[in-house]
C-alpha cells in the first residue's frame, strides 16, 4: 500500500507523544498535524517505531 506519511495515533502512540514530544492531553488530531509537521513523509515509519518502543518500554502504564 506504501502510505508512508500516514500517522495513526492510538493509545501507545499517543502516550510516547505525549512522553517525548507534546504536552499532555492534547488531542489526537492535533498529535497527528504535529507528527506529520515532524517527521513529513516518512511519519508511517516513524509511528511504527514509536509504537514498538511504547510498547516493550511499557510507557505510559
Known amino acids: 500500500m506504501q502510505k508512508y506519511d500516514t500517522f495513526p495515533v492510538d493509545v501507545w502512540v499517543k502516550r510516547v507523544m ?7 492531553n ?3 488530531p492535533k498529535i497527528r498535524k504535529f507528527a506529520l509537521d515532524k517527521f513529513g ?3 508511517g515509519f516513524a509511528q511504527q517505531y ?10 505510559g502504564r
Open 18 to 24: 505525549e512522553e517525548f514530544y507534546v504536552e499532555d
Open 26 to 28: 492534547l488531542s489526537l
Open 41 to 43: 513523509d516518512l511519519a
Open 50 to 59: 514509536l509504537f514498538y518502543y511504547a510498547r516493550e518500554l511499557g510507557i
